[in-house]
């Protein structure tokens, strides 16, 4: 599953490596791919998101891959599992 977290209101010469700006509508809005099936893109996501100062104001906390039974996940990921009734 991929992402994009968008932060707006934000100094683009205070932004970390790896956030794109972007202009729209006179708003500078800033923006980080992130991989929720690859842990280095988890950790660099989180390493430039830390760096902004900036804290989360919404989370979804639904994020999972789904593998069949004996299938494994990336070292530090773990994979959901159906449960059985």
Known sequence: MKLRLGLNDIDTRELPSGFGPRTTAGDVVAGLDLNLSDLASVRAF???FLATGRS???LIGNAAI???AGET???GLRPARRRGR
């Open 56 to 58: 989360v104001a919404m």
């Open 73 to 75: 996940a990336e070292p």
């Open 46 to 48: 989180s390493a430039c």
């Open 66 to 68: 789904m593998a069949p």
